[in-house]
Structure formats: C-alpha cells, structure tokens
C-alpha cells in the first residue's frame, strides 16, 4: 500500500464518519486529562462501539442520531440511590461508582431511544431500527459523557 492510497482511505473515512471523528478526538484529550482506568475503559469501549455499530450501520452522518442521544444522555442521569444500590447488589469497589454511573445512564438512554427508533423505520428497513438506534444511542452516550465533560472544562475553566 502507498502513501497515496493511504492517503485517500484516510480520507475516504474520515469524509464518511468526521462527526465520529471529532468525538474520538475530544475523548482523546479526556483520556490524557482523567486517569481513572474505569473511564478510561468506557471511553474506549464507547470509541470502539461506536465505529462497530454507529459507522456499520449507516448512521455515522445523521444529524438526527446525534441530537437523539444528546437528548437521551441529558435526560437520564441516575439517582445516587440507583448506583449505590447498584453497587452493594454487584458488590462493587466505591471507584466504580463513576463507571456504574456512566452505563447506567447509557443503560437508561438506550431505553429511552427505543420508542423514537421508529422515526428510523423506514430508513433502517423495518422493525431492525428497534434493535439498530439503542445500540447507537447506547454507544454514542457511553462516549459522549467524558467528551462533553472536556468542553466544560475547556469552556468555562473550571
């Protein structure tokens, strides 16, 4: 393989998926700046998700994808009552409380995606988007927490 094939494969992908892109590349600096190995584990799952399933099936480009689990993760955050139950049913360590957290609200944001899946219905090929848009929905939360956690900080300076 030559530069230049190499060259236009890169750019072939990242034409075809620049939003997921630019969140791999925010979550990147997140990476460098938490160092908890739990969410260092959920960022890159959420990556590796995302590029399985967001990318595979089609919806890498949809506007209306990203606005649904920007949504969905706004609106679903867990009670503490939720995660500390959780956490003594799992009989989990207390550093795994931010990782607990952050599926949980995945968890829930899939859910909550499932009835809007059928805005998808034709677009996905029938009942298929049922399953298709949590699992996008699931993996795009799962990434978006520590990306939007950088801008604030990035933002506001805190």
């Given at each position: 393989m030559t530069l230049e094939k190499f060259d236009d494969s890169a750019r072939a992908f990242i034409r075809g998926a620049w939003p997921l892109c630019l969140i791999a590349m925010l979550s990147l600096l997140a990476m460098g700046i938490i160092c908890g190995s739990y969410m260092l584990f959920s960022i890159l799952y959420g990556l590796a998700g995302c590029l399985i399933f967001v990318r595979g099936f089609g919806l890498a480009t949809s506007l209306p994808i990203y606005c649904l689990a920007f949504a969905a993760f706004l609106s679903a955050d867990p009670s503490r009552n939720e995660i500390t139950q959780l956490q003594t049913m799992l009989n989990l360590e207390y550093s795994a409380r931010i990782y607990l957290r952050l599926l949980v609200t995945a968890f829930k944001s899939a859910l909550m995606a499932l009835p809007f899946s059928l805005f998808f219905f034709d677009r996905m090929g029938g009942y298929v988007a049922l399953l298709k848009i949590p699992l996008c929905v699931f993996f795009l939360v799962l990434v978006l927490e520590?990306?939007?956690?950088?801008?604030?900080?990035?933002i506001f300076g805190m």
């Open positions: 520590p990306t939007f956690l950088i801008l604030m900080l990035a």
